[in-house]
């Protein structure tokens, strides 16, 4: 179970991009943050609450731009959220 355990933290990110806490372990530049321009900015919250606000279409578009606006823009409460509105659910 321990193995488990330790294999889960060291498996990669489905997109690639890593927390701030490990660029103390092993340095270099952080793509995902960097990649956010303005947004950059901002908590991961704030960043959510700001996309929060676009339609689907416009998340597509988003999504394009760079390695950590396609993280964002692929958040599945975003996506719940647009479908809900959508089908009135």
């Known amino acids: 179970e321990e ?3 330790a294999s889960l933290l060291e ?3 489905p997109y ?3 927390p701030e ?3 103390l372990f092993r340095g270099g ?3 995902f943050t960097t990649s956010l321009g303005k947004l950059r900015g901002l908590d991961d919250a704030a960043v959510l609450l700001v996309l929060g606000k676009l339609d689907g279409e416009a998340l597509c578009r988003l999504s394009a731009a760079s ?3 396609y993280v964002f823009a692929h958040d599945a409460n ?3 959220d647009l479908l809900l509105d959508r089908f009135e659910g």
């Open 29 to 31: 530049t952080n793509l």
């Open 21 to 23: 806490g490990n660029l």
């Open 11 to 13: 498996a990669p990110h």
């Open 3 to 5: 193995g488990e355990d």
């Open 78 to 80: 975003l996506w719940r």
């Open 16 to 18: 690639g991009v890593q």
């Open 67 to 69: 390695r950590g606006c």
